[in-house]
């Protein structure tokens, strides 16, 4: 199935039902008094969030939505149908924003969650509603309200505690193979992956977290460059980010640190505030450098990108390292996770926060 994040539509709620001015007429009853019902609602429209979804396809080939009005009323007391209403199922994750006001209609975060789009018009009301000891004969009744019309703007932004940053190449794909139990593409020409894949990652019996993969990269990414920027929103949600290094280049005129660096600028053109993400060095491909210059090409990468922050090397292709990876990756979450829920200060809890001089933050000797 193709993968759709983004795209466009319009929802036009139906129109409540006219009221109806009718009078009782009977063989012998001669003065039966006003009879018109009320007019039916007309259809909303909704967004449900469903998991069993994973691409706004159906939305990109369909986009015009429109619900029914509601009927008219009737004599002898008939009130017309209200219209049933429209759910639109979309994948969980998907940011609804509404493209004349910019205004934020939803965010669908939650499986089941549920949304009002366009809501339907009320429908008017019948003469019955306006008899009264000295109007016994009312004319009046009221149309019914119009829906609302809205253009939308869908952008579905996946939901992952950890976000893959890196070159074409780098090995993200080869990683997040090797540590879930996704299955991308993989190949050794760049780009293959063309759009971003979720894994969840198990570190033990109901220990797990979901780590997303995007296309790679490449200076020049702001200006079109590549895929561009489009698939970086789906780290917004991120809770970390592993920027993943191709530290052995087959071309020996790539340096790793200056590509390091352009995904970093890239990144900050993007958004400022998700450059400012917490972002650990993960230095991959240690498997094709000499065992006895690995620690040293690590420490020479570190000192150059002048990097302070946590630092790995790993080889995603016979999983070395990856391991103690994985398991720092989980302590951060859940050390984070309780921060979130804010314990109390004399809560006694042993912290799983990572202290910076952690050995598992150094570079590795191989």
Not at 12 to 41: H, M
Not at 156 to 174: E, F, I, Q
Request: hydrophobic fraction near 40%.
């Amino acid at each position: 199935m193709k993968f759709i994040d983004e795209t466009r539509i319009e929802v036009i709620a139906g129109n409540g039902g006219n009221g109806i001015a009718s009078f009782r007429r009977e063989k012998y009853i001669p003065f039966g008094g006003p009879d018109g019902g009320d007019g039916g609602r007309g259809g909303s429209i909704f967004a449900l969030a469903d998991r069993n979804i994973n691409t706004l396809i159906d939305y990109r080939y369909a986009r015009l939505h429109r619900a029914k009005h509601g009927e008219h009323g009737r004599g002898s007391d008939c009130y017309g149908k209200g219209a049933d209403d429209i759910v639109l199922r979309m994948p969980v994750g998907t940011l609804i924003t509404d493209r004349n006001s910019g205004e934020v209609i939803a965010d669908l975060m939650e499986h089941g969650q549920k949304a009002l789009l366009a809501r339907g018009g009320q429908g008017g009301r019948g003469n019955i509603h306006f008899k009264s000891s000295t109007n016994r004969a009312p004319r009046q009744q009221t149309d019914g309200e119009e829906g609302q019309t809205r253009e939308l703007q869908l952008e579905l932004r996946v939901l992952a505690d950890v976000g893959l940053l890196g070159m074409p190449n780098a090995g993200k794909s080869t990683f997040i193979a090797a540590v879930s139990n996704a299955r991308p593409k993989i190949a050794d020409y760049p780009f293959t992956t063309l759009h971003p894949n979720l894994g969840v990652v198990r570190v033990g019996d109901e220990q797990s977290f979901v780590i997303a993969d995007i296309p790679g990269l490449i200076a020049g990414a702001a200006e079109g460059a590549g895929l561009g920027h489009q698939f970086l929103r789906h780290l917004k949600r991120t809770g970390l980010l592993l920027h993943i290094v191709d530290l052995a280049p087959f071309d020996e005129d790539t340096d790793p640190v200056k590509d390091a660096r352009d995904i970093v600028l890239e990144l900050e053109k993007f958004d400022p505030e998700l450059a400012q993400k917490p972002r650990w060095l993960v230095l991959n491909k240690i498997d094709m450098i000499d065992a006895e210059q690995c620690a040293a090409r690590v420490a020479d990468f570190v000192q150059r990108f002048a990097w302070s922050g946590p630092v790995f090397a790993i080889s995603a292709l016979t999983r070395a390292g990856c391991e103690p990876l994985v398991r720092a990756i989980y302590q951060e979450i859940r050390a984070r996770d309780r921060a979130s829920r804010a314990l109390e200060p004399d809560h006694e809890e042993t912290s799983s926060a990572l202290d910076p001089d952690d050995p598992r933050f150094k570079p590795i000797d191989v």
